[in-house]
């Protein structure tokens, strides 16, 4: 299965200000995926990055908070725009198996902490 | 939005028992599969159960699903103190979209 690196895995964040978290993975994936961890909650898809066209985002989730970037299949990164408190949760990405719904599970990233203070 | 629920929220036991969660959802599935997340962290893979499939067993894990109520459950048999996590439930449609659709989860709490 793939291995995916996460960065930051933490940052403390003044409100307003924006960040961006990169994860890179060790092969070409097709499916690749971000998502949202609110505090003792569980996590919540906020979109499906796409290579060479733009992220889909689901119900709730907007391109001018979450931008997301997919420049090519090992690569992608979510930036959490004009961040207030609320926004303070892990966010993880995801790849899903080569095919998806194939014997193996999903790969996720390691989590980035994200506190907004 | 969330697919579905699992119960119980949090479940404590003693090393060497038992523990069984449940997990329903809500559409047509084309797989369900388990996860586990050590405290707040990435989660790790367990078990993939396709919607053809009614049971399946991974060491000390089996699940179960029954799509006409739209249910599974995992059970760890003889469980250990290493195995206190979060456990969810996750699932992929049958549109192929890739997406993945979790559950509520439940805590479990082994005590040595």
């Known amino acids: 299965s793939a291995v995916i690196s996460q960065k930051p895995s933490r940052d403390i964040c003044q409100r307003g200000t924006s960040l961006t978290i990169q994860c890179q993975v060790d092969?070409?994936?097709?499916?690749m995926f971000w998502y949202r961890q609110q505090p003792g909650q569980s996590l919540t898809l906020i979109a499906t990055?796409?290579?060479?066209?733009?992220?889909?985002?689901e119900s709730g989730f907007v391109i001018d908070k979450f931008p997301i970037s997919r420049p090519n299949l090992t690569f992608s990164t979510l930036t959490v725009s004009n961040m207030s408190p609320e926004d303070s949760s892990i966010y993880l990405c995801?790849?899903?198996?080569?095919?998806?719904?194939?014997?193996?599970?999903?790969?996720f990233g390691s989590g980035t902490r994200l506190t907004v203070v | 939005s969330q697919q579905g629920e699992e119960d119980p929220q949090a479940l404590s036991i003693q090393e060497g028992e038992n523990a069984t969660m449940n997990c329903s959802y809500k559409?047509?599935?084309?797989?369900l599969q388990w996860y586990r997340q050590n405290s707040g962290r990435g989660l790790v893979h367990l078990i993939l159960?396709?919607?053809?499939?009614r049971e399946k067993h991974s060491g000390r894990l089996r699940v179960t699903l029954d799509t006409s109520k739209k249910s599974s459950s995992l059970l760890i048999t003889a469980s250990r103190a290493a195995d206190t996590a979060s456990y969810f439930c996750?699932?992929?449609?049958?549109?192929?979209?890739?997406?993945?659709?979790f559950g509520q989860g439940t805590t479990l709490q082994v005590k040595p």
């Open positions: 159960i396709r919607s053809n499939e």
């Open positions: 995801s790849v899903a198996p080569v095919p998806p719904g194939g014997p193996g599970g999903y790969t």
């Open positions: 990055a796409n290579q060479g066209s733009e992220a889909t985002y």
């Open positions: 996750a699932t992929g449609f049958s549109s192929n979209t890739g997406k993945l659709i």
């Open positions: 092969s070409q994936v097709t499916m």
């Open positions: 559409t047509s599935i084309n797989n």
